[in-house]
């Protein structure tokens, strides 16, 4: 028998209290969730606005604080159209259903007895015995909770939001004095635009690639006949930026809806396989030669951050996990002690594309190379 591999007692006592920090972290998010979560969102928010204000100042001939002040209307603007749209489409689409309801429970039953019929079932339950035991007078009150804490949560965001653009001014002199010695302050930045750059690049393919899926959703809901697809749209471009359950929710949730609409199943299995198609080419062929090395990203690692975050934030950590994800490798890779963490994040056991390191010893030099998302089609 082989003698089994000696561990040096200093790297076990060292992942030992990094472990612990990792969990110790974890519980304190948990615990302060109200208070990080607007936070988090406004850091979310001044990043796609920093990279806005650089997108406006490359394509216009605007001053610094003339572009910041651009970018920061933009950003909002668009974060109050889409609270807007959530609320007042929902809303719509909840009163029109309720309008049909009296329809929809026939609709149900049949569905239900064909599909009795189809395991060969002599006596199918209808749709008011399935759902007799469930409270949906609670869901409603839940859900419209939630919907008062969708505004509320907004105004946080904004009040943090100003108070970050307000701080932004004196970084770098915190910057400065945190690291007085060049070196140390090259890596720091360095770390700050790697941060900057993987959420930005996520942010670009996300957002590029939900609209190419959202434009050919629409283009077939509107051949099928789908009602509301235009809010149908919208819910698959924001579910878009959650891993995993946004594909599901997206390909989905418009043919169920289908099968109550029309009286045939002909509408909902196109829309199934048709939104199937379009996610498996997208999610297959474009989107991972738009990612590049840009997202160096283990998919387990994906799957367990959007349950964390989800567990601990609820729906703005599954926003944020991915993105959390990604600066949480980047910090923890410039750190002897975490290294190993990051290196178990990444895809390749390799938290950047651009780095040679030994398996033993700290990480080499590394030149400050960010791969930046393209800001527009024209630019080469």
Known sequence: MKPPIAVPTSTVARNALVTLAVVAVGAALYWLRDILTPLAMAIFLMIMIDGVKRLIERHTNLPDHTAGIAALLLVIAIFFAVIAFIVNGAAAFFTDMSGVSSGIGPRIDAIIADIAALFGMAAAPTAA?????????????????????VASGAFFVLVYLGFLLASQAGFRRKIVAMFPHREQRSEALEVFQRVRGGVEGYLWVQAVTGVI??????????????????FWTFII?????????????????????????????????????????????????????????????????????????????GVVGMFLSTPLLVMAMA??????????????????????ED????????????PARVKQPRPSASEP
């Open 213 to 230: 899926i959202c434009a050919a959703a629409w283009i077939l809901m509107r051949i099928v006949g789908l009602e509301h697809a235009e």
């Open 129 to 149: 015995e399935l759902i007799s035991g469930i409270d949906l007078r609670g869901y409603l009150t839940s859900l419209a909770f939630q919907m008062q804490g």
């Open 237 to 313: 471009f924001v579910v878009g930026f959650i891993p995993v359950l946004g594909g599901a929710v997206a390909g989905l949730a418009p043919p169920l809806f289908a099968l109550v609409q029309f009286p045939t199943y002909w509408p909902a299995l196109i829309l199934l396989v048709g939104l199937q198609i379009i996610l498996a080419v997208v999610g297959n062929l474009i989107q991972p030669r738009m990612q590049g090395d840009n997202q160096n990203i283990d998919p387990v690692a994906v799957l367990l951050a959007l349950a964390l975050w989800g567990k601990m934030w």
């Open 331 to 352: 910090i923890l890779a410039e750190f002897q002690g975490s290294r190993w963490i990051a290196v178990m994040l990444s895809g390749n056991g390799r938290p950047y």
């Open 355 to 366: 780095e040679d390191h030994h398996d033993h010893g700290p990480p080499a030099k590394r």
